[in-house]
């Protein structure tokens, strides 16, 4: 009975604890104000740059959360996350985002995993590679021809652009 009672103790304990997690779909303005929300909440761990723009203009934004962001230390460990490769992957980029709040609200409430975290590696952050594909995936426009020619003009979304088309007389490229 004791066994029972501490294991429904832990999950109630589990469930109070944890943040309220909300997946939306946010569209690029939206995306560009959570990184900017999260960098002002934790502004001396963390860094908004572009890596370059879209076919379209839109900048291509990484947060970057570390110690001393915008600083190289040698030989400390660096990882990159990025997400929306494609303009149809959505999770991908919304679990970014949601890493990076994460982040953010478990150093300022000094959770010592992510203390550490923050102080041993640096952590860049790219929720979308691929903005413009998701803004004309997310105004579900029906034609292939569009969705062909962003992702043909993205770089790094080149992969499997053939399989993502169902409209085959524009598999053609």
Do not use: W
Request: glycine residues 4%.
């Amino acid at each position: 009975m004791s066994g029972l009672l501490s294991v429904f103790l832990h999950l109630f304990l589990l469930c109070k604890l944890a943040a309220p997690v909300t997946f939306r779909h946010r569209r690029y303005d939206d995306l560009v104000r959570t990184l900017y929300k999260v960098h002002n909440e934790c502004p001396h761990i963390t860094r908004v740059y572009s890596v370059g723009r879209s076919v379209k203009g839109r900048h291509l934004y990484v947060l970057e959360f570390s110690d001393y962001p915008g600083i190289h230390e040698p030989l400390e460990p660096e990882v990159k996350y990025v997400g929306n490769m494609h303009g149809n992957e959505v999770l991908g980029r919304e679990l970014l985002l949601q890493l990076s709040e994460f982040l953010c609200e478990e150093f300022r409430s000094a959770n010592p995993r992510i203390l550490r975290l923050v102080q041993d590696t640096r952590i860049h952050i790219m929720p979308s590679m691929n903005p413009d594909g998701y803004e004309v995936a997310a105004a579900q426009v029906p034609s292939c021809a569009e969705h062909r020619a962003i992702l043909r003009d993205e770089v790094k979304a080149r992969r499997n652009v053939s399989s993502r088309c169902h409209c085959k007389k524009y598999n053609k490229v």
